[in-house]
């Protein structure tokens, strides 16, 4: 007697656009039962959590500062998954893009004219795209494996930015601690609000609206979603393949890119041995989180950076380990994959044991 | 009916002690910011005992609150300003890296006092803190010296930066006062915390001949390679001896609680300023573990070192002190500034290796 995973002959529309939400109810629900085990009342526990960082100003601004990388990376990576290619590298294009970015604020800080806000934007998503392109270039010309290059460069890249904090990008003034210097206010993003919200949000919703309405509205949107599904019908329509390669690393990098030198010059003020508490790798989730689709990536984005904010909160509230986060986050992925999965598949209960290496069930 | 009487008798007395009490009773919110988790039995573990140490001195006159696992960038101001606006009176931010944002943070909230470890910056509600720990690291050199018989000891750095470098100049010096010749291994695993590069690192050095291992990361493991290979060590932040109870000669303490308790009760008193400490093994903020698996001759050279520092007349880093390249960093008799402290990013003579820049 065993278990085995049938296919569906069609999947329900509806239960499709449900699963992350039923995935979202069976976290709080199992976050619930965990919490009563270690001995706090769930509800207060799951309220400190999920609702109480929701309930003032500060709090919901912190949100949207945590959210807008997630969100801008994870928009830039769902076109270049759409189209069948594994950016797992935006870790490094946010790296790189952070550094670019910086490039005017440290090395030509006495440039504090109205041009240099949009070029440290540009020089950010050159960088990002710089670095994206490494893969692209790899795997359309060699045909490398571009979840392992794109992977490998993020460790390049972080090692790139210790290097020139440590080293020459080092404070003057900073008695060789390793920090640059601080940005000049010319060289700091603007900022929404009296908070710490700043401008790389409304960079995330433009991305999000510019994705949205490429992949719904034009041809370039269908030739990414065809040669993502259907490389050989894509073309026999006379679409690159290699085009595509390059159009999905270069808009992810682009994005990563932004992310990190807003990050740098609105949220931190400098440039840190550690800008990101991994960014582009949780950005990753957020992506597939929201279906790869934008509008999906926004409500996943505030999601996942709810999870950090609410962490944090109930440490600092009712005491909770900072281990639940990670626990927290954990769950809802295993959520969400099993009821994807269950979308799609069916369990089936075989009776009689059948001769192995059948191919049964397998579409 | 004798219910409801109980009842408003209580009340009653609740309020007789709630108007009895001046504000002063209201317990004072006391905020930690750590880098680590608190179980890393490291860094961010010493300043949790601390922090314990704290509720268990105050009782009910404080309450307490910490946000591990924080790490540097955007993350740390909020943190940091999180528990400012909480009601927290006191926050104590543990990490270098949480410098600027603190400062910020600081500026913002001018009611909250700031205390931060190990940084450089002050505002007038900004204090810093940070121990002389590369006094200990003087006497470890002497351990090291008078007991090893290879004349080499291997050194675990995790990042070239002024608090790495300056222990292992001190650790050289304390070193060459008993040998001169003495010779000392690098190898910088850039991180922190990383057991399996500590490791890695520790088992590079024994193969090369050191049998004293120095570490100044913070786990465990290179305590466990020395205990493994029969090699001597130095435990860091906490006393490790549990994982190398034949290998640990001593190790490094971090006391941060009677800095702790000094500084809320000056809060309490209202007393506190934005003072700059920097407390050595005089202060008791920098001890180290009971010394263990070596002979009677190498504890008395550590226990007449840390009796001078206890005394506070002794300076490791006085004249004559040469860079590695030979210039002179002290003439014969000067003794350092603590801004030479600060900012070291040099070996002193004796070192093999190069500093990486």
């Known amino acids: 007697m065993r278990l085995e995973l049938e296919k569906r002959s069609e999947h329900s529309a509806l239960m499709t656009i449900l699963s992350p939400v039923l995935a979202l109810v069976l976290t709080l629900i199992a976050g619930g039962i965990l919490f009563a085990a270690m001995g706090y009342n769930p509800g207060e526990a799951l309220y400190a959590f999920f609702l109480e960082p929701l309930t003032n100003q500060w709090s919901i601004e912190e949100l949207l500062v945590k959210a807008g990388p997630l969100i801008l990376i994870a928009v830039g990576l769902s076109v270049c998954f759409l189209s069948n290619n594994w950016n797992i590298g935006a870790e490094g294009q946010f790296t790189i893009g952070a550094l670019t970015g910086s490039i005017i604020p440290i090395l030509f800080h006495e440039y504090t004219g109205p041009m240099a806000m949009p070029l440290m934007v540009l020089m950010g998503a050159l960088g990002g795209m710089a670095w994206a392109s490494v893969p692209a270039f790899l795997k359309t010309r060699f045909g490398t494996n571009e979840i392992l290059t794109s992977l490998m460069l993020v460790y390049i890249a972080q090692y790139l930015l210790d290097y020139l904090v440590r080293g020459p990008w080092r404070d003057p003034d900073g008695f060789n601690f390793p920090e640059s210097r601080l940005f000049d206010d010319a060289h700091t993003l603007m900022t929404l609000g009296d908070g710490r919200l700043h401008l790389g949000i409304v960079f995330a919703l433009v991305a999000v609206l510019a994705v949205w309405f490429m992949l719904s509205q034009t041809l370039k949107g269908f030739e990414i979603k065809v040669m993502g599904e259907t490389p050989r019908a894509g073309r026999f329509a006379g679409f690159s393949h290699r085009g595509i390669v390059w159009f999905g690393f270069l808009i992810s990098g682009a994005c990563a890119g932004i992310a990190g030198m807003a990050e740098v010059s609105g949220s931190i003020g400098q440039l840190t041995p550690v800008i990101s508490p991994g960014y582009g790798f949780t950005a990753i989730i957020v992506a597939f989180l929201g279906r790869l689709n934008p509008i999906g990536i926004v409500f996943a984005g505030l999601l996942l950076a709810l999870s950090y904010i609410g962490g944090e909160s109930a440490q600092v509230s009712i005491g909770l380990t900072d281990k639940i986060t990670r626990v927290f986050q954990g769950m809802l992925l295993f959520f969400v994959l099993g009821c994807d999965t269950l979308i799609l598949y069916r369990i089936r209960l075989i009776k009689t044991a059948r001769k192995a290496g059948g191919a049964h069930g397998r579409a | ?357």
Do not use: C
């Open chain 2, 1 to 357: 009916m004798r219910k409801l009487s109980k009842i408003l008798a209580t009340a009653a007395l609740a309020l007789g002690l709630g108007a009895g009490s001046s504000f002063a009773d209201e317990p004072l919110k006391v905020g930690f910011v750590y880098v680590g988790p608190v179980s890393d039995h490291g860094y961010s573990y010493q300043h949790d005992l601390a922090r314990k140490a704290v509720e268990k001195h105050f009782g009910d006159k404080v309450e307490t609150t910490f946000i591990e696992n924080v790490p540097g960038g955007a993350d740390a101001e909020r943190a940091v300003e999180r528990l400012a606006r909480s009601g927290h009176e006191l926050v104590f931010s543990t990490s270098f890296g949480f410098m600027n944002p603190t400062l910020k943070v600081a500026k913002r909230f001018p009611n909250v006092k700031f205390e931060h470890a190990t940084g450089f910056k002050r505002a007038k509600n900004m204090a810093t803190y940070n121990g002389r720990f590369y006094e200990a690291r003087y006497v470890m050199g002497q351990i090291a010296a008078t007991a090893s018989e290879t004349g080499t000891a291997g050194y675990i750095g995790a990042f070239p930066i002024p608090e790495v470098v300056r222990g292992m100049n001190a650790f050289m010096l304390g070193a060459q006062s008993v040998d001169p010749d003495f010779k000392v291994k690098v190898i910088w695993v850039n991180s922190w915390y990383d057991p399996g590069r500590e490791a890695d690192a520790a088992k590079a050095l024994v193969d090369q001949g050191v049998d004293v291992i120095l570490q100044h990361t913070d786990s465990p493991a290179p305590l466990q390679i020395a205990q493994e290979r029969g090699v001597l060590a130095f435990g860091q932040a906490s006393d490790n001896i549990e994982f190398a109870p034949t290998s640990q000669a001593s190790a490094l303490l971090n006391d941060w609680a009677p800095y702790y308790i000094d500084r809320i009760q000056a809060v309490m008193d209202g007393t506190w300023e934005a003072t700059d400490t920097w407390g050595g093994i005089d202060s008791g903020m920098v001890k180290l573990a009971p010394l263990r698996n070596v002979s009677d001759e190498v504890k008395a050279v550590a226990e007449e070192t840390i009796a001078k520092f206890e005394s506070g007349e002794f300076e490791p880093f006085t004249g004559p002190v040469y860079k590695q390249d030979g210039t002179v960093f002290l003439e014969d008799g000067v003794e350092v500034t603590d801004e030479q402290l600060l900012g070291m990013n040099f070996f002193v003579k004796g070192f093999d290796a190069s500093l990486p820049n």
